[in-house]
């Protein structure tokens, strides 16, 4: 009965869309732990280029994934965080939480696009050609960064 008032309480870990066709729209929240992330996940594509957890990725025309520098103009279309070698599978952050042992930022520092291919850094970026664009805010706990690419972007 939808005019009935519910209450309704949810575990450390919020789902929905689990179980859905290939998990298609998954949504899903908690402070991941070492390695992990949470928020909104894709998953569809191909690898186009080698790269694992926690790797910057661009989706292609095509539709697969590739790691992205801030020298490509590929550096204007859709970003993700890799969750592993394998899209289909694995699955690509779209927007959200991310930890990884390696990531080492400051709390609050804005995150852009790297020089260097498929990483992220916390200096803006001044080489001509270059692309700058915020991808995220290192957060809180160690390690972790709030993934979530600025819509706007800037070429030197």
Request: charged share 10%; proline share 4%; aromatic share 10%.
């Amino acid at each position: 009965n939808l005019t009935t008032n519910r209450t309704l309480s949810l575990g450390s870990v919020v789902e929905l869309g689990r179980n859905q066709s290939n998990n298609s729209g998954l949504l899903q929240y908690q402070m991941p732990n070492a390695n992990y992330a949470s928020g909104e996940v894709y998953y569809e594509g191909s690898a186009q280029s080698f790269f694992g957890f926690g790797t910057l990725v661009v989706m292609t025309t095509g539709g697969g994934w590739k790691k992205i520098a801030n020298t490509s103009p590929d550096s204007t279309s859709m970003l993700g965080i890799a969750l592993g070698t394998n899209p289909a599978s694995d699955g690509v952050l779209l927007r959200g939480f991310v930890r990884k042992s390696t990531y080492s930022f400051n709390l609050g520092e804005p995150l852009y696009i790297s020089s260097t291919s498929g990483a992220m850094t916390v200096s803006v970026p001044t080489g001509g050609g270059s692309y700058v664009r915020i991808v995220g805010y290192a957060v809180g706990v160690t390690n972790t960064i709030y993934f979530n690419p600025d819509n706007t972007w800037v070429v030197r």
